[in-house]
């Protein structure tokens, strides 16, 4: 339950709606108590004080009805300046940072200030009256005097607002962004795989007694391990997840297996439900106890309609790797912007240079139990990061020198032979590609001079 609310909550995080939400229902709530407030003690009590506002009840309602109309007309505007910015980011940089600009803290803000002020003017309004036969004048003083303070509020958050949009749609704040949140996503990964044991031997053979498959479509979002881990430890199985986050499956995809020891009771499985050998009931019973467990096992499998940066590290990286490719396309022709991703690939990589691809397991306290996972690591990470990038990159000169000495920078971090094989497969295939290119024979030296650290390099 719980990692289906962490779940749920970071894919709400992001969206616009939760902090506007949450403002215009505060703002309703404080225009109800400082309107109790004016009529309880202040007029009842006939006091009144110089800064609070002095008007009638038509000033009132002017003053209102100007603020309340003022700051629609503004959320408009800031709206229509928000789309504008995600239909630069999606066809400059990548469809795949949009989440980014519409879980950016400050257009929700600024968009909550706007909308929150219209609901609090609203509201105060429907109570400022004037004199008739059943009943006296009354303007909320405090209330009001808190609307016109909003409205000044309203004006310093359009001007943050245009500082913000105009710094938002910037190359190096958007390639900053995305590469904050893979940073993140690789320290939880990190913390991830500490909570677990690398794989080097099982304690005994094993056995695989049934197969779980997903019975829906979509992107794998996130995996309960924790719970994956409790039914391992109920049935005294070992479970072993097939698939990552991010991986995209079909009705029938096996996501995962149960295994079990040579020493362990065989339990209900398939061998199990054969009615000449437990009855008619007893098969019953025994298929009615594998679909629990079965259904059990899918429900930790987080499915969406797309991927999400709540654990895909694989993602973050797309992420970056994707501005560069965008930056090299004919259409934008940005080598800079794709140098710069490149520099930013290798920060995030220099922090996975421990992290290696295996199988690590979820262990009960008797290590008897478990859940087994497959993680991706450093070689996997460089792929994602630089394969397309060395690709589409091949026929600029400068692009591909910066992205060799990137790949020999990364090697002098470690001596581990782990690190340095996939090092100079990645240096090998970008002078392979540039060899297909039309260079000229001078930036066809500079280049391969730019990989002999990578040597042999086929001549």
């Known amino acids: 339950m719980q990692a289906r609310l962490s779940s749920w909550w970071f894919s709400v995080r992001d969206t616009l709606w939760p902090i506007p939400a949450a403002m215009t229902a505060s703002a309703v709530v404080l225009a109800l108590l400082l309107v109790q407030l004016d009529q309880q003690v202040l007029v009842n009590n006939g006091e009144h004080r110089w800064w609070l506002f002095s008007g009638g009840a038509a000033g009132a309602r002017g003053v209102l009805s100007t603020i309340a109309a003022t700051s629609m007309a503004i959320a408009t505007t800031a709206f229509s300046i928000t789309i504008v910015a995600l239909q630069l980011g999606s066809s400059q940089f990548s469809p795949r940072i949009l989440r980014g600009f519409t879980g950016d803290r400050g257009n929700q803000v600024v968009l909550g200030i706007f909308v929150a002020t219209f609901a609090y003017s609203l509201v105060v309004l429907r109570v400022v009256r004037t004199e008739t036969e059943d009943q006296r004048t009354f303007v909320p003083g405090t209330a009001v005097t808190v609307s016109i303070a909003l409205a000044f509020v309203m004006v310093g958050a359009l001007i943050y607002f245009f500082h913000h949009a105009t710094r938002s749609i910037q190359a190096p704040v958007i390639i900053e962004r995305a590469v904050r949140d893979t940073r993140g996503l690789i320290e939880g990964e990190r913390s991830r795989r500490d909570s677990m044991t690398p794989m080097t031997a099982l304690p005994e053979p094993l056995q695989e007694t ?11 979002q996130n995996i309960d391990i924790q719970m994956l881990t409790q039914v391992a430890c109920e049935q005294g199985r070992i479970i072993r997840v097939l698939l990552e986050e991010g991986d995209y499956v079909l009705p029938e995809t096996v996501l995962a297996s149960i295994w079990k020891t040579d020493s362990q009771e065989d339990g209900c499985t398939l061998e199990d439900e054969a009615v ?34 709540e654990h895909d590290v694989d993602l973050g990286f797309r ?26 690939l290798a920060e995030l990589l220099d922090l ?12 009960d306290d008797e290590e008897r139990t478990g859940v087994m ?72 030296v500079r280049i391969v001079t730019a990989a002999r650290w990578a040597m042999p390099i086929r001549a």
């Open 352 to 363: 996975t240079l421990e992290m290696r691809t295996g199988t690590y397991v979820s262990w």
């Open 276 to 309: 000449d050998t437990v009855g008619e009931q007893g098969a019953q019973e025994c298929r009615a106890k594998r679909e629990q467990r079965a259904s059990t096992v899918r429900s930790a499998f987080f499915l969406g309609p797309e991927r999400t940066m």
């Open 210 to 220: 049934e197969r779980i498959a997903a019975n829906s479509a979509g992107h794998i």
């Open 319 to 344: 992420q970056v790797s994707d501005i560069a490719l965008k930056a090299l396309s004919p259409g934008i022709n940005d080598p800079t912007t794709a140098i710069s991703c490149i520099d930013r």
């Open 373 to 444: 996972i497959e993680f991706d690591g450093f070689d996997v990470y460089l792929r994602i990061a630089f394969d397309q990038i060395r690709h589409y990159g091949a026929g600029d000169v400068t692009v591909m020198m910066h992205l060799l000495e990137t790949l020999e920078e990364l090697g002098r971090t470690s001596d581990d032979p782990a690190i340095r094989r996939p090092l100079v497969a990645m240096a090998e295939l970008a002078v392979d590609e540039t060899r297909l290119q039309s260079l000229p024979e001078a930036d066809r």
